[in-house]
């Protein structure tokens, strides 16, 4: 009988740790995916300059508005592969790069390598930059960007993703600006031994992000609009009428 009690008891306080420990690792998981997740009704995407556009995970209407106004190259920030993606971007006549970055380690040497070197190639210009909501990893590549192609430096750096609203509550994005800081001379030497030109733009101030000023197709009316830099999509005429004196040439 107390055998009996005595192992009743036990299966009762295991099964309490059990549902405990669930709990306690569904609650760590709840704090871990909270700071990343993508509010859907919030449209992060913009124009860098007349070759490079960014923004969150495109769907296949969005790939085809992107298609329509010239955009010839899109490159994947995410971890998982997006076959159905690729897939469909190919069918309708456009290049999709993978440039895999995590949100747990650091960019690497090879990642950042491996976007300088597809961004540089005039056949793959323009190009659209995401991951899943266009705003870290996107931020973080977008001002890799800057520094390579357009010459910037860190604080201009700094100053454009205090702009986008980079989550510091993430380890990871916390340390972005001393990754690129870290690799600034790399980045020069990688660029010079390329031969790639770089564009020059006008440096920002009082934190003002050049993203700002594009403008916005209104898919209704057709009538372009201005809109902030978290809110805006493609400008017709920097995207298919790039001139030759705004194209990265990789000689």
């Not at 490159?75 to 190919?90: G, Q, S, V, Y």
């Not at 210009?125 to 266009?134: D, K, M, N």
């Not at 690799?183 to 020069?188: A, E, G, P, T």
């Not at 920002?204 to 898919?219: F, G, L, M, T, Y």
């Amino acid at each position: 009988m107390n055998f009996c009690f005595s192992l009743g008891y036990a299966r009762e306080n295991a099964r309490k740790r059990r549902v405990f420990n669930r709990s306690v690792a569904a609650l760590i998981g709840l704090i871990l995916v909270i700071p990343l997740t993508v509010q859907p009704s919030l449209s992060r995407e913009g124009q860098a300059s007349p070759i490079l556009f960014w923004g969150h995970q495109p769907d296949q209407d969005k790939m085809r508005q992107l298609k329509a106004v010239g955009v010839k190259s899109l490159i994947c920030l995410r971890t998982n592969p997006r076959h159905k993606d690729e897939k469909f971007a190919e069918c309708i006549g456009m290049k999709w790069f993978h440039v895999k970055t995590g949100v747990i380690k650091k960019p690497s040497r090879a990642e950042m390598e491996k976007f300088m070197a597809i961004v540089g190639k005039p056949e793959n210009q323009p190009v659209y930059i995401f991951c899943v909501g266009g705003r870290d990893r996107t931020s973080f590549y977008l001002e890799l960007y800057r520094m390579a192609f357009e010459g910037w430096n860190i604080e201009q750096v700094r100053d454009e993703l205090k702009c986008h609203e980079l989550r510091r509550k993430w380890p990871t994005f916390w340390f972005y600006d001393d990754v690129l800081d870290e690799n600034s001379d790399w980045i020069k030497d990688y660029v010079a031994q390329h031969h790639l030109k770089t564009i020059k733009t006008q440096a920002i101030s009082s934190r003002s992000c050049p993203c700002a000023n594009i403008k916005e197709i209104d898919a209704d009316s057709g009538e372009r609009t201005q809109v902030t830099a978290t809110r805006s999509v493609v400008n017709k005429e920097s995207a298919s009428e790039v001139s030759d004196n705004h194209r990265i040439v990789s000689q």
